[in-house]
């Protein structure tokens, strides 16, 4: 109950398209949904989070989808550059009172975003 | 920079070495995490600590031991490895919340890669 499924694994895009990224869970506890990008060599960073309350957010070319009664949520890249391709990590949590927010990672996807 | 420090960046180690992975946070977070990344596998979460007290451990095998001596350090010992323990130590911190509404950012240092021989 506590995975999140991430697909696809590998995803190339050609400059200017559209990334789509998807991500799906079981747990009905999680109340936070961050999605993490990885440059090779480095650890990875908050890209873009959302909470149930709301069935969209947008950050600039980033936006996410959630279908809080499906439980899935997806990354969507408008514009995709090259300088966009990296690793993403949707993740999941749920509050714990006292003790710190644990996230449960999916597998993740490497984005190539081709010029 | 994301204000949180590994060393070594690299190591390799044979599987009857001990060595020990140190992790540094300056963003004056609560919260300390390890996790270890494979590939094309979830980050899996090893290590929680919160105010300096461990309180989560994800069944880590005991050879892996942390360690927390202040809220601003971290370390991992490691001991008698094994080569499935080749993988990508990734150190974190958060600001805990003590309420729903506050969203927790994890800050991730660039890890260790971690090669056992």
């Known amino acids: 109950q506590q995975q999140v499924k991430q697909s696809p694994q590998s995803l190339i895009v050609q400059k200017g398209g559209i990334s789509i990224i998807n991500c799906a869970y079981e747990?009905?506890?999680?109340?936070?949904f961050p999605w993490y990008q990885q440059f090779p060599g480095k650890g990875p960073a908050l890209l873009i989070a959302?909470?149930?309350?709301?069935s969209e957010k947008k950050e600039g070319r980033f936006t996410i989808s959630f279908n809080k009664s499906a439980k899935q949520f997806s990354l969507h890249i408008m514009d995709s550059q090259p300088g966009d391709s990296a690793t993403y990590f949707c993740?999941?949590?749920?509050?714990?009172?006292?003790?710190?927010?644990?996230?449960?990672f999916g597998s993740g996807t490497q984005l190539t975003v081709l010029p | 920079e994301t204000g949180v420090t590994q060393t070594p960046r690299h190591l390799v180690m044979g599987m009857t070495n001990k060595k020990s992975l140190k992790c540094e946070q300056h963003?004056?977070?609560?919260?300390m995490y390890w996790y270890k990344q494979s590939a094309k596998k979830p980050l899996e979460l090893m290590f929680v600590?919160?105010?300096?007290?461990?309180?989560e451990n994800n069944s880590v095998p005991s050879r892996f031991s942390p360690e927390c001596p202040n809220s601003s350090h971290l370390f991992l010992h490691l001991h008698t490895l094994q080569p499935e323990d080749s993988a990508l130590y990734l150190c974190?911190?958060?600001?805990?919340?003590?309420?729903?509404?506050?969203?927790?950012?994890?800050?991730f240092g660039s890890g260790t890669q971690l090669s056992v021989l």
């Open positions: 974190a911190s958060s600001q805990n919340s003590i309420t729903r509404a506050t969203n927790e950012k994890l800050f």
């Open positions: 747990n009905t506890a999680f109340d936070y």
């Open positions: 959302i909470r149930p309350d709301v």
């Open positions: 993740a999941a949590s749920s509050f714990r009172v006292g003790s710190a927010r644990q996230l449960t």
């Open positions: 963003l004056g977070h609560n919260a």
């Open positions: 600590y919160s105010l300096e007290e461990r309180v």
